[in-house]
């Protein structure tokens, strides 16, 4: 079965594990140190992917932090682990979300 979707592949994530991306969590914890965001700032992960991110922003480190992905498929499996987590299907390049507000 071709794979619309090379982020979907079990094989790319098994190595990567949940959160899809070189860097893990590390990188997150580095990112938000750089920038200092206060506890309920507001952060959109654009690309989520499973929402993995999303739920350690939200209750590691307190952010109000949502996600937006264009699959279904990595959306679906991101409700059954990360239930609670915002997690929005949709496209970058049509995020309705004004400018400064996260």
Do not use: K
Not at 53 to 62: C, K, N, S
Not at 83 to 92: D, I, K, T, V
Request: proline fraction near 4%; aromatic fraction near 6%.
């Amino acid at each position: 079965m071709a794979q619309d979707n090379l982020y979907e592949s079990r094989a790319l994530r098994d190595i990567t594990g949940p959160v899809i991306r070189p860097g893990g969590f590390q990188l997150t914890d580095r990112g938000l140190a750089y920038c200092g965001l206060a506890p309920g700032a507001r952060v959109l992960d654009v690309g989520c992917g499973t929402g993995a991110t999303v739920h350690y922003l939200r209750f590691r480190h307190g952010l109000w932090a949502m996600g937006i992905d264009r699959s279904s498929v990595l959306l679906e499996e991101g409700a059954r682990a990360n239930g609670g987590s915002p997690l929005l299907q949709g496209r970058a390049e049509q995020i309705l979300i004004g400018d400064g507000s996260v």
